[in-house]
């Protein structure tokens, strides 16, 4: 019976989680430790392909286990092999067949970005400094014309080729706490880079050099060139993956 867990990691210093030949990425990672751990190669899939410095708080990723370890202690076995910047949170069983991608019925990201001069040192790989203030009110009522279903074409980078580009977005709201700004996605899928994109967007229509109505014709239109610039990928979180109650389980 597959075993999916529940995986935090700096993206910071991986090309995204995808396995690649030559860079480092969370997926080889997690292989690796998994080869050492469950007692030879052990391929993994992940609910989302983070891109290059991209994080994550609740990643799900599915594997076969080949050894007889209690599930409470698979995240302890693994931790102890992982490099920091990676830890694996918690350990579920999944249904055989599983696949973290195509049984999701949500997923949450969250955008985070600094309006402010401080300039800490220790949040500048997890948010974006902009250094000027932003009108959250307005990028607020933008927000309101992005829930739902919807066609995200203007919003998607060319890349990966993709079936449909109508998607639901159950919940988008942008937060601020002093300096920090956040935005939050809700959504049954993501084209490629589209929270990145909506958030540079918003950021624009927050300094006032784009209009809601101005974006509203561009979704229209389907066009990515007139949207915001595409933000940059260190303020991406992906927080949680949602799927149908009772699928994946622990042992009580």
């Known amino acids: 019976m597959p075993i999916a867990l529940t995986v935090a990691y700096d993206g910071t210093k991986f090309h995204g989680f995808q396995r690649q030949r030559e860079e480092p990425t969370v997926q080889s ?8 751990v469950n007692d030879g190669p052990t391929g993994i899939r992940g609910a989302g392909r983070t891109d290059a ?27 102890g092999s992982l490099p920091r910047g990676i830890w694996v949170r918690d350990a579920r069983w999944a249904p055989e067949g599983f696949r973290p991608v195509g ?31 932003l009108d959250v009110g307005e990028m607020s009522r933008a927000c309101a014309f992005l ?27 942008t937060n601020c706490i002093g300096g920090l700004v956040t935005v939050d996605f809700v959504a049954d899928g993501f084209l490629y880079k589209m929270a990145r994109s909506i ?9 006032g050099t784009m209009t809601i109505e101005e974006m509203m014709a561009a979704q229209e239109l389907g066009d990515r060139s007139r949207m915001g ?9 992906l927080v949680s993956v949602g799927y149908p109650q009772g699928t994946l389980y622990h042992d009580d």
């Open 199 to 207: 958030a540079g967007t918003l950021v624009e229509i927050g300094k």
């Open 53 to 79: 410095g991209v994080h994550a708080l609740g990643q799900v990723v599915s594997f076969e286990p080949r050894v007889a370890i209690p599930l409470h202690r698979w995240p302890r076995a693994l931790n």
């Open 147 to 173: 829930a739902g279903r919807r066609d995200f074409a203007a919003f998607q980078v060319t890349g990966r080729p993709v079936k449909s580009t109508v998607r639901t977005m159950y919940r988008i709201e």
């Open 103 to 133: 049984w999701s019925t949500w997923k949450h990201y969250r955008y985070c970005m600094r309006t402010d001069d401080t300039g800490l040192p220790f949040l500048s790989e997890f948010c974006w400094y902009l250094f000027r203030p």
């Open 229 to 237: 610039p595409t933000a940059p990928g260190h303020g991406l979180f």
């Open 29 to 36: 990672v997690l292989e690796e430790s998994l080869r050492r």
